[in-house]
């Protein structure tokens, strides 16, 4: 095992990639573990990787073995195999199903689960210190837990080359971001830490950066000479689904804008790396969000909302103050929208409105590039004109491209009309994407830590004026398309 000074960050000229033996899950009782995490190690591992890892759980609850094998069981019967014969890279061979399954089995069956409180000094180091290195050690734990667990680890206590693996919200403003990734560099050097976003899988990354970058008609014009404004959109038709205890501590804007939407807007707007290598990318994302920021005034760069009682798809919504564990003192926003401008060349005066929600009438999660009007259309035209719009959809994965076109009949009457195309998925679910790229030392997934950072910079004006309430609180009522006041997207 390697040690450091106590103040000294890990060399980043430390050993590279080495094989992860164990994955040791923190929190595995737990909602994310059982939901998310283990159908998508299952999926990873039916789909012919993560094949020789130890399975390791943890936790403070006192379970048995057989509840653990219990929990197996159930999450990893929630993955099989996706229908879609899909090679990632077209090197690897996919397993027979027979193959897969029998390779779950075995690492369902050779997985143990440990009690243990990780915030106790030396209890975590002494797990550590019996399963076979290097570990990758998965923060599935409540932050303020995560973050006590981190401080009392010391660098001697990893094995070597082992990764950390750390959940969102990654600290709760930028100083305490700050704090957790000088705790973190004393353990690992950067690219050993994965901080978690698992709202963009590779697949989609690689959609954005495929379409913007490798097509002649597209790039050229990607810029402020050409583009009016960009929305990117994510509303969700869910309201708080039990889960007041996280979200009424956050709102919208710090689940959803700060962590995802600014991930978003950075491939939407960063400039072409050489490579597709981690650090070119992460460099480049790092780069554009160093140049964003949200304009002072916030009454007009801002907006932030709250349900009322409604009804989505038949079900009833209550108010969000009136649902179980809320507390109406803090003033949680359910929807938020933020106007972010990029002081570069490229960007200088286009608008970045980011906009995120619960409780909303449609499911909408999707980035729009609005373009300029064509400098002279030929007098003669009539009907529709309205310019060009490039619409790019998540999960799954589509493009829409909508047009002026001749319409039917007359032939000088503009109207409007849709290309679209759906988008290479993956075979993966996010989480099992977010593994993948944990186990096999590739971090160009997660979020380096000056940008985990440089995302609090960018939102952190903001909610202090909405603290000292300078921006109002607006209502929608639940399963409608948002504030009637707010400009449409
Ligand atoms: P839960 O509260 O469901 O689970 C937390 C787990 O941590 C429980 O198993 C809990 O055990 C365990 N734990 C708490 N304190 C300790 C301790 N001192 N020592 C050992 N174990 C402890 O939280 P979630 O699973 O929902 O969330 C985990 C993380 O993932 C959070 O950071 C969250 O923000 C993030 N996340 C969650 C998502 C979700 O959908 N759930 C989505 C995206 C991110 P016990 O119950 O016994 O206390």
Redesign the pocket.
């Known amino acids: 095992m390697t040690t450091h000074a106590i103040d000294e960050p890990v060399s980043e000229s430390a050993p590279k990639y080495r094989r992860i033996q164990t994955l040791l899950i923190?929190?595995?009782?737990?909602?994310?573990?059982g939901?998310?995490l283990l159908p998508g190690l299952a999926r990873l591992i039916r789909h012919g990787r993560a094949r020789d890892i130890t399975l390791v759980g943890?936790?403070?609850?006192d379970w048995s073995p057989d509840q653990w094998q219990d929990r197996l069981h159930t999450s990893f019967a929630d993955a099989p195999s996706s229908s879609s014969i899909n090679d990632h890279d077209g090197a690897r061979q996919r397993p027979s199903p027979a193959d897969g399954e029998s390779a779950v089995e075995s690492i369902r069956s050779a997985s143990t689960y440990h009690q243990?409180?990780?915030?106790a000094l030396g209890t975590l180091a002494a797990l550590l210190a019996q399963l076979e290195g290097p570990v990758a050690i998965y923060f599935?734990?409540?932050?303020a837990?995560?973050e006590k667990a981190c401080s009392v680890l010391k660098p001697g206590d990893l094995p070597e080359g082992s990764r950390l693996v750390m959940?969102?919200?990654f600290g709760t403003d930028r100083a305490s971001a700050h704090h957790l990734n000088s705790v973190l560099s004393r353990l690992v050097p950067e690219d050993h830490v994965h901080r978690v976003d698992h709202f963009l899988g590779k697949a989609t990354v690689l959609n954005i950066l495929g379409l913007r970058f490798a097509n002649r008609l597209l790039e050229p014009v990607w810029n402020n000479l050409h583009i009016e404004s960009v929305d990117i959109i994510f509303d969700e038709d869910l309201a708080l689904e039990n889960r007041a205890r996280?979200y009424d501590n956050a709102g919208a804007l710090k689940d959803m804008i700060q962590s995802h939407l600014l991930q978003v807007m950075a491939l939407i707007a960063m400039n072409a790396p050489s490579t597709l290598h981690e650090r070119d990318l992460r460099d480049h994302i790092g780069t554009v969000l160093r140049a964003s920021s949200v304009d002072q005034d916030f009454r007009s760069s801002t907006r932030r909302a709250r349900y009322t009682a409604g009804s989505i798809d038949g079900r009833q919504v209550p108010d969000y103050v009136a649902e179980a564990g809320v507390e109406p003192t803090r003033n949680t926003e359910t929807l938020a929208e933020i106007v972010v401008s990029i002081s570069n060349e490229r960007w200088a005066g286009v608008p970045f409105r980011l906009r995120s929600g619960k409780a909303l009438g449609k499911k909408r999660k999707e980035a729009v590039i609005n373009f300029k009007p064509v400098n002279h259309l030929p007098l003669g035209f009539t009907g529709q004109d309205a310019p060009t719009r490039l619409r790019i959809g998540f999960g799954p994965d589509t493009l829409k491209l909508d047009l002026d076109v001749n319409g039917p009949g007359d032939v000088f009457c503009l109207d409007r009309t849709t290309l679209e195309a759906e988008l290479n998925a993956s075979d993966l679910l996010p989480y099992g994407e977010v593994l993948d790229g944990v186990l096999t030392g590739d971090p160009t997934l997660s979020v380096r830590g000056d940008t985990a950072e440089d995302c609090w910079r960018i939102v952190e004006p903001v909610l202090a004026a909405w603290q000292a309430d300078e921006v109002p609180m607006d209502e929608y009522p639940a399963g409608s398309d948002g504030c009637d006041s707010w400009e449409p997207i």
């Open positions: 923190l929190g595995a009782s737990g909602d994310l573990t939901r998310l943890a936790g403070s609850d243990l409180d990780v915030t599935a734990l409540p932050p837990v995560s959940e969102k919200p996280y």
